[in-house]
Antibody, heavy 119, light 107 residues
Framework: QVQLQESGPGLVKPSETLSLTCTVSGGSISSDSWSWIRQPAGKGLEWIGRFTTSGNTNYNPSLKSRVTMSVDTSKNQFSLKLSSVTAADTAMYYC?????????????WGQGTLVTVSS | IQMTQSPSSLSASVGDRVTITCRASQSITTYLNWYQQKPGKAPKLLIYAASSLQSGVPSRFSGSGSGTDFTLTISSLQPEDFATYFCQQSYSAPRATFGQGTRLEVK
């Protein structure tokens, strides 16, 4: 079955760029759409953005100016870059398979990776 | 689209019937999903399209509603059901928004 695994630095300095990768195993990344979602400690979930391997990207308007998503189909991986980070970007970051356009929700999630923004 | 859950927290006992409510700021027809999250774990999809049970989810979980008002019901609470529950609208997909969560605790 499809599994997701996030990876990347757990500590990022303020004003720098957060970079995370999600590796898809057990299936092809080209078969679906994929999203990044984050959750500050003790708080709710915030959708960051979605991309499809056909090249479409959609970002949360509140983060759009700082977010870039990309894909490496040869490695079955997709990535998130968030620039100019502040302490407010400290959160658990999840990647998820996004089937919302089919009304099927985020049906598969990675285990999450904690990113702390601090000097 | 804003999603508002109530209550924010709820205390219940094993065997209880529990209902959690989610309200959308505008009609989302049945584009509503429910997730369960346990401490230190990723959310898990329980219900999609307001009332469809995700594969592998116990039948004690059910969802209902349409338009702006939705409910998640657990018919008989089990020890493993104590967790936080989130609703999520997909009416504006690909943009998604979540409710603030309902924490279900042991009474």
């Amino acid at each position: 079955q499809v599994q997701l695994q996030e990876s990347g630095p757990g500590l990022v300095k303020p004003s720098e760029t957060l970079s995370l990768t999600c590796t898809v195993s057990g299936g092809s990344i080209s078969s679906d759409s994929w999203s990044w979602i984050r959750q500050p400690a003790g708080k709710g979930l915030e959708w960051i953005g979605r991309f499809t391997t056909s090249g479409n990207t959609n970002y949360n308007p509140s983060l759009k100016s700082r977010v870039t998503m990309s894909v490496d189909t040869s490695k079955n991986q997709f990535s998130l870059k968030l620039s100019s980070v502040t302490a407010a970007d400290t959160a658990m970051y999840y990647c998820a398979r996004d089937r919302n356009v089919y009304d099927l929700g985020f049906d598969i999630w990675g285990q999450g990776t904690l990113v702390t923004v601090s000097s | 689209i804003q999603m508002t859950q109530s209550p924010s927290s709820l205390s219940a006992s094993v065997g209880d019937r529990v209902t959690i409510t989610c309200r959308a700021s505008q009609s989302i027809t049945t584009y509503l999903n429910w997730y369960q999250q346990k401490p230190g774990k990723a959310p898990k999809l329980l219900i999609y399209a307001a009332s469809s049970l995700q594969s592998g989810v116990p039948s004690r979980f059910s969802g209902s509603g349409s338009g702006t008002d939705f409910t998640l019901t657990i018919s008989s609470l089990q020890p493993e059901d104590f967790a936080t529950y989130f609703c999520q609208q997909s009416y504006s997909a690909p943009r998604a928004t979540f409710g603030q969560g309902t924490r279900l605790e042991v009474k």
